[in-house]
T-cell receptor
Framework: AQSVTQPDIHITVSEGASLELRCNYS??????LFWYVQSPGQGLQLLLK??????LVQGIKGFEAEFKRSQSSFNLRKPSVHWSDAAEYFC????????????FGGGTRVLVKP | DAGITQSPRHKVTETGTPVTLRCHQT?????MYWYRQDPGHGLRLIHY???????DKGEVSDGYSVSRSKTEDFLLTLESATSSQTSVYFC???????????FGPGTRLTVL
């Protein structure tokens, strides 16, 4: 069965500093990986996705993520955080051969200090 | 937003009552999904549909049923609501030609 672990429940970062959110997955085949962001009281917005090819993927809002098969990781990064990046971030792995079902991690809440 | 609306957006109900949540989409997406979101658990799949009258269970389907009698509507029913079903419920669709899912605004359900 597939699973996703986000080891950090909360992260606090200063505005302008870099951000890295960790994601580790377990999946029996080549994974389809996603990062979503959820602002308070809102739905989920897709930041980026990885299916194959270049292991460094670019997303919206200046985010990028790197797929590392050897470490079963798909960490999300942003070089310089803005106050508007305060939100909860979810990593997910997709079972494309089984109805495109997504399995989510527990989420990481990011707080941005002025 | 992939043309998704959810209704109601907020609901408070009592234990033992039936509840139906509606997901409506306007873009003819084939695949639709229901998730619940609880603190520390992220989102967990309840049921999904891959076409009219075609549905299957997710990882937390106990206590829930679904129906899809037309492409645009996917209904989630709690036959007899329990306090453990207090949660935020999200509907999602998969757009044709892609593998990512797009989510609706959510329904906050409180079972007293």
């Amino acid at each position: 069965a597939q699973s996703v672990t986000q080891p950090d429940i909360h992260i606090t970062v200063s505005e302008g500093a870099s951000l890295e959110l960790r994601c580790n997955y377990s999946y029996g085949a080549t994974p389809y990986l996603f990062w979503y962001v959820q602002s308070p009281g809102q739905g989920l917005q897709l930041l980026l996705k990885y299916f194959s090819g270049d292991t460094l993927v670019q997303g919206i809002k200046g985010f990028e993520a790197e797929f590392k098969r050897s470490q079963s990781s798909f960490n999300l990064r942003k070089p310089s955080v803005h106050w508007s990046d305060a939100a909860e971030y979810f990593c997910a792995v997709g079972a494309i051969a089984a109805g495109n079902k997504l399995t989510f991690g527990g989420g990481t809440r990011v707080l941005v200090k002025p | 937003d992939a043309g998704i609306t959810q209704s109601p957006r907020h609901k408070v109900t009592e234990t033992g009552t039936p509840v139906t949540l509606r997901c409506h989409q306007t873009e003819n997406h084939r695949y639709m999904y229901w998730y619940r979101q609880d603190p520390g658990h992220g989102l967990r799949l309840i049921h999904y549909s891959y076409g009219v009258k075609d549905t299957d269970k997710g990882e937390v389907s106990d206590g829930y049923s679904v129906s899809r009698s037309k492409t645009e509507d996917f209904l989630l029913t709690l036959e007899s609501a329990t306090s453990s079903q207090t949660s935020v419920y999200f509907c999602a669709v998969k757009v044709a030609g892609g593998d990512e899912q797009f989510f609706g605004p959510g329904t906050r359900l409180t079972v007293l």
